[in-house]
């Protein structure tokens, strides 16, 4: 059972535009959630989290939204830069004592110079 | 601050043998998890270790198990290697203030041949 989904395996982008990183889940016990950047052969590096009682949190050119109804949440990086070409992971955190992050299958992002 | 330190880097196996992972968490950490990456599955949690007790476990068979000592470091044991184990293995630590956000290491890439 997959709880957390990232639907689109891959992504490609032009530098300067919007990259728009979607993920679903189905867990309503996830109190927070994160994406996490990730370079080949490297581990995960922590991009931006969210609380679950929010609906939007800001870092710099990263965006998160979430919808709690749709159990939808989405990463925005504006403007995209080719450094950012990445696998992007989404996981979902339940909280409360104990760390156990579940992640989605990542979507690789592409940022065409 | 040094990172979360995995050894080794790279291991090479031969199916029917054991293996030992190792992971240094960030210093005054004491929250460490263990994650295995494939290209099929994503990443999936093995297991939890807080103040040197398991809290939580994924559904990986008995074949993998792990420990972590006083001093915070934490070891991942597979024993009889099966083809399949080869992957990514990954070892995050936390703090577990706040919004709980994990750090990696760089991982293990665990061949079994």
């Known amino acids: 059972d997959q709880q957390v989904k990232q639907n689109s395996p891959s992504l490609s982008v032009q530098e300067g535009r919007i990259s728009i990183l979607n993920c679903d889940y189905t867990?309503?016990?996830?109190?927070?959630f994160l994406w996490y950047k990730k370079y080949p052969a490297e581990g995960p590096t922590f991009l931006i989290s969210?609380?679950?009682?929010?609906d939007k949190n800001e870092d710099g050119r990263f965006t998160v939204f979430l919808n709690k109804s749709a159990k939808h949440l989405s990463l925005h990086i504006v403007p995209s830069q080719p450094g950012d070409s990445a696998v992007y992971f989404c996981a979902g955190l339940i909280s409360g004592g104990y760390q156990k992050v579940t992640f989605g299958t990542g979507t690789k992002l592409q940022v065409i110079p | 601050k040094a990172g979360v330190t995995q050894t080794p880097r790279y291991l090479i196996k031969t199916r029917g043998q054991q293996v030992t992972l190792s992971c240094s968490p960030i210093s005054g950490h004491r929250s460490v998890s263990w994650y295995q990456q494939t290209p099929g599955q994503g990443l999936q949690f093995l297991f939890e270790y807080f103040s040197e007790t398991q809290r939580n476990k994924g559904n990986f068979p008995g074949r993998f198990s792990g420990r972590q000592f006083s001093n915070s470091r934490s070891e991942m044991n597979v024993s009889t290697l099966e083809l399949g184990d080869s992957a990514l293995y990954l070892c995050?630590?936390?703090?577990?203030?706040?919004?709980?956000?994990?750090?990696f290491g760089q991982g293990t890439r665990l061949t079994v041949v």
């Open positions: 995050a630590s936390s703090s577990l203030g706040g919004e709980a956000e994990a750090f």
């Open positions: 969210i609380s679950s009682i929010k």
């Open positions: 867990n309503s016990m996830f109190d927070y």
